[in-house]
């Protein structure tokens, strides 16, 4: 990878691309620090002490702690990622949307176009929400209707500007907008959980300096492993052999060679994690706006819908499951894949074209995504175990040391976003580097 970025970097062309999507970043860094009017400055602890282990929480990650500040960028590119998953669905469920996607260039840009329309609607809404969640939980200096009027402005105008930028990295930088700016993020919250990491385990004064020193070694160590695995899992694939037949055009001979069909064991990516992790805290995300804590419905998503509680961790898991074979099954189409391979006069040896290839395909596929979704609860679910251990630990022996992982809630999906974009950033620059040294046979 190392080698790779270098050798892009030493590409006059590719430079330019690079410090293209650096300079974006830059920018957004900026913007999600900058304050919105009327905005108390108590919002950032408060914040976290209340919301952190809610939907809310997951999208403060994804922001760059942005959401937890309430700066311009708070919303970040979740109205956007939202848009994209709400027309992709749309255009399988809409005839005339599924044509337009199927129309070439013309057709993803009107695409494109109603990604947009969708993207202001929702950050219209959610900005709303979100400045009433200020409003109830005092954090404004000013809540009159033209305080909420300027905030409400600025938290669309910044999702717009956050759409903007992305596009402007697929247009003229390397890699996906949405993507870059989410791995941005993550790594931008990297030495906050570092700091946290560090005052939990040594300056608390429970452990002794060596004590503290082999227990943050063996946390960095599991964390290497574990990215190493992520990356094994995420470049796993399965491939199916295709004999294409033998056919005579003319005096020459075409077809005759075999090639294979690859099916990634990762196909879905982080999306079953994110759906899950949005659906599970939905109790909890109801309960944090409600100011009756002695209502039957608050004790109860209290005592079993925490993060740190074996409900919680084990709805999560399931729900990652179900929307793994959820997430593949509205993405991948195993009649059309078997109709493209029988057209173009290829087959998989011992079945025949047809229904027996489309069933052959299914079981494959049905395997394939039990064993991603297995991968996805592991990298998913192993902070939260060690979240629900530790709080357990803690629950029977008041006065134990034990490292505080609260933190890292949510560490499971950050991590495959960071892992995912950026392998898919590095096979982006290795296919610009190849095209580029093929300089063809009149050079």
């Not at 282990?53 to 590119?77: D, E, P, R």
């Not at 037949?245 to 990516?269: D, H």
Request: charged residues 10%; glycine residues 8%.
């Amino acid at each position: 990878m190392f080698k790779t970025l270098k050798n892009a970097w030493k590409t006059p062309e590719l430079q330019k691309k690079m410090l293209f999507v650096l300079f974006i970043v830059l920018l957004y860094r900026l913007g999600a620090c900058l304050c919105v009017p009327y905005v108390s400055a108590d919002v950032s602890g408060s914040f976290a002490t209340a919301y952190g282990s809610s939907v809310l929480g997951l999208m403060s990650i994804l922001s760059g702690g942005a959401l937890q500040y309430a700066t311009l960028f708070a919303l970040s590119v979740n109205p956007y990622i939202t848009a994209s998953i709400v027309i992709q669905l749309l255009t399988i469920a809409i005839p005339a949307l599924e044509r337009m996607s199927k129309d070439g260039p013309e057709g993803q840009k009107k695409i494109n176009a109603i990604t947009r329309y969708v993207t202001v609607a929702l950050s219209l809404v959610t900005s709303y929400g979100y400045s009433m969640l200020l409003k109830s939980n005092g954090w404004l200096v000013r809540s009159d209707w033209f305080a909420m009027i300027v905030i409400n402005a600025a938290f669309c105008a910044g999702a717009a500007l956050v759409m903007w930028l992305a596009e402007l990295i697929n247009d003229k930088g390397i890699g996906n907008g949405i993507s870059i700016i989410l791995f941005a993020n993550i790594i931008s919250r990297i030495p906050s959980m570092v700091v946290s990491l560090y005052n939990s385990i040594v300056m608390n004064g429970s452990y002794h300096w060596a004590i503290g020193a082999v227990i943050a070694l063996a946390i960095i160590a599991l964390m290497v492993v574990i990215v190493g695995f992520v990356v094994f899992i995420t470049n796993s694939e399965r491939r199916i052999p295709i004999q294409y037949a033998k056919r005579v055009v003319g005096r020459k001979m075409y077809g005759g060679q075999s090639t294979n069909l690859p099916i990634k064991l990762n196909m879905a990516g982080v999306m079953p994690i994110i759906f899950a992790s949005s659906i599970v805290s939905i109790p909890a995300t109801i309960t944090a706006f409600m100011n009756n804590h002695d209502n039957w419905f608050y004790k109860f998503v209290d005592n079993f819908f925490d993060t740190d509680t074996w409900e919680y961790l084990v709805v999560f898991l399931i729900l990652i499951v179900a929307f793994s074979y959820f997430y593949i099954m509205i993405s991948f189409n195993p009649v059309e894949v078997a109709n493209n391979i029988n057209s173009n006069g290829g087959s998989i040896p011992g079945h025949r074209p047809g229904r027996p290839t489309v069933q052959y395909i299914n079981r494959i596929l049905k395997r394939i995504t039990l064993l991603g979704a297995f991968f996805l609860c592991i990298v998913a679910g192993l902070p939260m175990l060690a979240t629900v251990i530790t709080t357990a630990i803690q629950n029977a022996r008041p006065t134990a040391n034990v490292v505080n992982l609260s933190g890292f809630t949510f560490g499971g999906s950050s991590l495959l976003i960071v892992v995912g974009v950026a392998l898919e950033t590095v096979r982006d620059i290795e296919a610009q580097l190849s095209l580029r040294a093929n300089k063809g046979f009149l050079s």
